[in-house]
């Protein structure tokens, strides 16, 4: 009988870096020579296609062996070594773009239906109705993005600060089942969340699914505790949190600091950090920038569908889109998804062999709440 996977703790991170990837020089250079092609080509990047990034198998095999390591026990990965700094901004989006086609389908990831975000600095605010994280300097809460893994590409380091906050699903999920047994099957009922503005003009402005998904599927966990937060504020209909879901809620976050399981990592310029969505929980501490522009922290955001995601829980379905496992499924849709991107998208899951259902607006969510009282 195999012994379930109940995730990883701060200690096993620290001591084993099999998550951490570096790049070979030769795959270094086959992403040198990709770039070089591309930028002779000078294709818009939604039009691209992985013949206009032609890599190399030993720059592939870094890609496929660094996702990988985010669909088993680690469920994260750090693959170090990308030649950030003779690159140009502009050269780092192209080769980042390009990068990502032979990882998945990118999906859109905001209001502006943008599908590759500039994390940085912006002036933005991060807790108003919705504020996003990305676009400030701010400490982010713990959070889960929409998609089956976000990809992270460092360009520019801050001047102090910007640490990345990981922590295991399946550890905490396993720990808070040894504090509150009790609790366990509230993580399975019904939450309401805010959109924060970003959802398809079809769709309602909040969603509801569970935090934990059934056990009949593999392990899935998802929670951003501030669109919960402005579900409760913003929309009247919503119904309230009931005391156990309160106390669940108040337990993740006691959890998410625990020492026990947080882990912190440092991003070093080059590094690309590949996260799973439904197995890893992530933040990030508040930085201080440095004066000089081309100096500032920057990475690139990807959101992406991945061929060697899991098959997700049924209810978890009219979030995603879809549940079957490597499907085309996530993001946010926003106000402006143009026929541009609907081509790429179906071009995209045709290459990498991924069935895709067309968008279906969902009917609002049922105002409903579900506290069933069940196990791990």
Same mark, same amino acid.
């Given at each position: 009988?195999?012994?379930?996977?109940?995730?990883?703790?701060?200690?096993?991170?620290?001591?084993?870096?099999? @998550?951490?990837?570096?790049?070979?020089?030769? %795959?270094?250079? #086959?992403?040198?020579?990709? /770039?070089?092609? +591309? !930028?002779?080509?000078?294709?818009?990047?939604?039009?691209?296609?992985?013949?206009?990034?032609?890599?190399?198998?030993?720059?592939?095999?870094?890609?496929?062996?660094?996702?990988?390591?985010?669909?088993?026990?680690?469920?994260?990965?750090?693959?170090?070594?990308?030649?950030?700094?003779? @690159?140009?901004?502009?050269?780092?989006?192209? %080769?980042?773009? #390009?990068?990502?086609?032979? /990882?998945?389908? +990118? !999906?859109?990831?905001?209001?502006?239906?943008?599908?590759?975000?500039?994390?940085?600095?912006?002036?933005?605010?991060?807790?108003?109705?919705?504020?996003?994280?990305?676009?400030?300097?701010?400490?982010?809460?713990?959070?889960?993005?929409?998609?089956?893994?976000?990809?992270?590409?460092?360009?520019?380091?801050?001047?102090?600060?910007? %640490?990345?906050?990981?922590?295991?699903?399946?550890?905490?999920? +396993?720990?808070?089942?040894?504090?509150?047994?009790?609790?366990?099957?509230?993580?399975?009922?019904?939450?309401?969340?805010?959109?924060?503005?970003?959802?398809?003009?079809?769709?309602?402005?909040?969603?509801?699914?569970?935090?934990?998904?059934?056990?009949?599927?593999?392990?899935?966990?998802?929670?951003?505790?501030?669109?919960?937060?402005? %579900?409760?504020?913003?929309?009247?209909?919503?119904?309230?949190?009931?005391?156990?879901?309160?106390?669940?809620?108040?337990?993740?976050?006691?959890?998410?600091?625990?020492?026990?399981?947080?882990?912190?990592?440092?991003?070093?310029?080059?590094?690309?950090?590949?996260?799973?969505?439904?197995?890893?929980?992530?933040?990030?501490?508040?930085?201080?920038?440095?004066?000089?522009?081309?100096?500032?922290?920057?990475?690139?955001?990807?959101?992406?569908?991945?061929?060697?995601?899991?098959?997700?829980?049924?209810?978890?379905?009219?979030?995603?889109?879809?549940?079957?496992?490597?499907?085309?499924?996530?993001?946010?849709?926003?106000?402006?998804?143009?026929?541009?991107?609907?081509?790429?998208?179906?071009?995209?899951?045709?290459?990498?062999?991924?069935?895709?259902?067309?968008?279906?607006?969902?009917?609002?969510?049922?105002?409903?709440?579900?506290?069933?009282?069940?196990?791990?």
């Amino acid at each position: 009988m195999n012994t379930p996977d109940t995730g990883w703790r701060a200690d096993e991170a620290a001591a084993d870096t099999s @998550w951490i990837h570096r790049l070979s020089p030769e %795959a270094v250079a #086959g992403f040198d020579a990709a /770039l070089d092609h +591309a !930028r002779r080509a000078a294709k818009p990047l939604i039009e691209m296609t992985q013949d206009d990034f032609p890599l190399p198998q030993a720059s592939v095999d870094a890609l496929q062996a660094a996702l990988a390591r985010t669909q088993g026990h680690w469920g994260m990965c750090q693959l170090k070594g990308f030649p950030v700094d003779r @690159w140009s901004e502009d050269d780092c989006r192209v %080769a980042y773009w #390009g990068l990502g086609l032979y /990882l998945g389908v +990118a !999906r859109t990831q905001n209001k502006a239906s943008d599908i590759l975000n500039d994390v940085r600095d912006a002036g933005g605010s991060y807790k108003v109705t919705n504020g996003r994280g990305y676009n400030t300097n701010a400490q982010l809460d713990f959070h889960c993005d929409s998609c089956d893994v976000v990809a992270l590409l460092c360009r520019r380091t801050a001047k102090e600060g910007g %640490a990345s906050k990981i922590v295991s699903s399946k550890a905490l999920v +396993a720990e808070f089942a040894r504090r509150r047994p009790d609790l366990v099957g509230t993580l399975r009922g019904v939450f309401h969340y805010s959109y924060q503005g970003a959802q398809d003009p079809s769709q309602p402005p909040y969603y509801t699914i569970p935090l934990l998904g059934s056990a009949d599927v593999p392990f899935a966990f998802r929670i951003n505790r501030k669109n919960v937060n402005a %579900a409760q504020r913003d929309f009247a209909e919503v119904p309230r949190l009931s005391t156990q879901q309160v106390e669940a809620l108040d337990l993740i976050d006691t959890l998410l600091e625990d020492p026990a399981l947080l882990f912190t990592m440092w991003f070093e310029k080059g590094d690309l950090q590949l996260l799973n969505n439904y197995t890893v929980v992530h933040s990030r501490t508040s930085f201080v920038d440095h004066e000089e522009a081309d100096q500032k922290r920057h990475l690139l955001r990807l959101w992406l569908s991945v061929p060697s995601a899991q098959q997700l829980p049924k209810n978890w379905a009219p979030y995603y889109g879809d549940d079957r496992a490597g499907s085309v499924r996530g993001g946010l849709r926003g106000s402006n998804r143009t026929q541009a991107f609907e081509d790429f998208e179906i071009r995209q899951a045709k290459r990498m062999n991924m069935p895709r259902k067309p968008f279906a607006a969902p009917e609002v969510p049922a105002a409903t709440t579900t506290t069933t009282a069940e196990t791990v």
